[in-house]
């Protein structure tokens, strides 16, 4: 069965780098039409899509947030990365990963929470 | 702001039929871009409800019905029951903004 699970520090300073990593089982990222997302959700708020990988490593990011974000894959760990540079406590929220085949994120980690703090 | 506008909460009593609206634009689900939904229970991570604006996964109940017309799309729960009480979301892609985009949500409240 398809899982995700999320990891990263739980505290970050501000205008720190975020390092979050996805790690997923029954799948592989170099299947042909597969993808990963990381979407996040600050406390009480709505869904925010952030960014995703393809199994060919085409890349796509929120316009709002493109130049702070950053996307990797490893596919022979089964491995995504994101990192997020310039971190504000508005960044605090739980971040997610998610499986995308072409449609729906069908599948998502439990989220990992993230607090953003001197 | 989101994209995608649902309306912040709706409710009703066990047994009754509830429905949330989704409404976009020409850019994303105007344009044939599919509407998926989520559900999210308290402390938990969304899980899919409906994908391609009409389609339950498996182990969905029936209750759970989605429908799609021009730049709106709706979820209905009919029987409503005291689990349903959730956030309810739904995402589609923006060709303008080459993305894909939620709605703000919607938590539905059993009475």
């Known amino acids: 069965q398809i899982t995700l699970k999320e990891s990263g520090p739980t505290l970050v300073k501000p205008t720190q780098t975020l390092t979050l990593t996805c790690t997923f089982s029954?799948?592989?990222?170099?299947?042909?039409?597969?993808?990963v997302g990381w979407i996040r959700q600050p406390p009480g708020k709505a869904l925010e899509w952030l960014a995703l990988i393809s199994w060919n490593d085409d890349k796509h990011y929120s316009p709002s947030l493109k130049s702070r974000l950053t996307i990797t894959k490893d596919t022979s760990k089964n491995q995504v990365v994101l990192t997020m540079t310039n971190m504000d406590p508005v960044d605090t929220a739980t971040y997610y990963c998610?499986?995308?085949?072409?449609?729906?994120?069908?599948?998502w980690g439990q989220g990992t929470v993230v607090t953003v703090s001197s | 702001q989101s994209v995608l506008t649902q309306p912040p909460s709706v409710s009703g009593a066990p047994g009754q039929r509830v429905s949330i609206s989704c409404t976009g634009s020409n850019s994303n689900i105007g344009a044939g871009h599919a509407v998926h939904w989520y559900q999210q229970l308290p402390g938990t991570a969304p899980k899919l409800l409906i994908y391609?604006?009409?389609n339950r996964p498996s182990g969905v109940p029936d209750r759970f019905s989605g429908s799609k017309s021009g730049t709106s799309a709706s979820l209905a729960i009919t029987g409503l029951q005291a689990e349903d009480e959730a956030d309810y979301y739904c995402q589609s892609y923006d060709s303008s903004l080459s993305g894909w985009v939620f709605g703000g949500g919607t938590k539905v409240t059993v009475l």
């Open positions: 391609g604006n009409t």
């Open positions: 998610a499986h995308k085949p072409y449609g729906p994120f069908d599948y």
């Open positions: 029954g799948f592989s990222l170099s299947t042909s039409g597969l993808g």
